[in-house]
């Protein structure tokens, strides 16, 4: 099983409003992640879990709060987005934890979130 | 990481073999060379890697000249279904960042 799920598949907020996105792995991964992909775009990587332990944030504003409970699931906190946050958020596994070279990134569908 | 850099776009006819080529001038002597696939509204997926001459898997081949400053991907026999966007990263031992460039958009004619 090589699979990566994400809920919500789609999701519209307001710039009040609070919500969180999901991540599920059960690879064994110990290394996830969070992507946003604005249209036309390439992913930019946001945060990186290393044994459920936040190990890398990319300067995301503190309106995005990451969270790992355990080893399989991963949780992307919003609140107070800006309409300009509206992308595809990518969510990706990794089996290594020391981020190798050949480590591949298994990623989820992706949640299409858009800010109002 | 190293810059990488492919073309924007091209196009194919069905039953033809495309070859997308990644320069990557500045690439470090611990880099391997990944390319993944991404088609509209999905996550991207890994197609294939390698560090130096030629790997092939069942979806498609890479080549990797001796100096490593570029590589090319090998799809044989495209379908329809290739159409997609290609893209080319270097990964390096004890990074867990994957740079995305701006890839190559496929657009597999009929």
């Known amino acids: 099983d090589t699979e990566v799920t994400q809920t919500p598949k789609h999701l519209v907020m307001g710039m009040t409003n609070k919500k969180s996105l999901k991540c599920e792995q059960h690879?064994?991964?110990?290394?996830m992640y969070w992507y946003k992909q604005k249209a036309k775009k390439p992913p930019e990587l946001m945060f990186v879990?290393?044994?459920?332990?936040?190990?890398i944030n990319e300067s995301v504003p503190s309106r995005f709060s990451p969270e790992c409970p355990n080893s399989s699931l991963l949780n992307l906190h919003l609140h107070a987005l800006q309409p300009e946050d509206s992308a595809l958020y990518l969510c990706?596994?990794?089996?290594?934890?020391?981020?190798?070279?050949?480590?591949?990134?298994?990623f989820g569908p992706g949640t299409r979130l858009t800010v109002l | 990481l190293a810059k990488t850099t492919q073309p924007i776009s091209m196009d194919s006819y069905e039953g033809q073999e495309v070859n997308i080529t990644c320069s990557h001038n500045?690439?470090?002597?611990?880099?391997?060379i990944t390319w993944y696939q991404q088609f509209p509204s999905q996550g991207p997926r890994f197609i294939i890697q390698?560090?130096?001459t030629k790997v092939t898997n069942e979806v498609a081949s890479l080549f990797i000249p001796a100096d490593r400053k570029s590589s090319t991907l090998s799809l044989p026999r495209v379908s329809l279904s290739d159409t997609a966007v290609y893209y080319c990263?270097?990964?390096?031992?004890?990074?867990?960042?994957?740079?995305f460039g701006k890839g190559t958009k496929l657009s597999v004619i009929p």
């Open positions: 500045n690439i470090a002597t611990n880099d391997y």
């Open positions: 879990y290393s044994y459920e332990k936040l190990s």
């Open positions: 990263l270097l990964s390096g031992a004890g990074s867990y960042q994957l740079t």
């Open positions: 690879m064994g991964h110990r290394a």
């Open positions: 990706a596994s990794s089996q290594g934890a020391g981020g190798g070279a050949t480590d591949t990134q298994y």
């Open positions: 390698g560090y130096k």
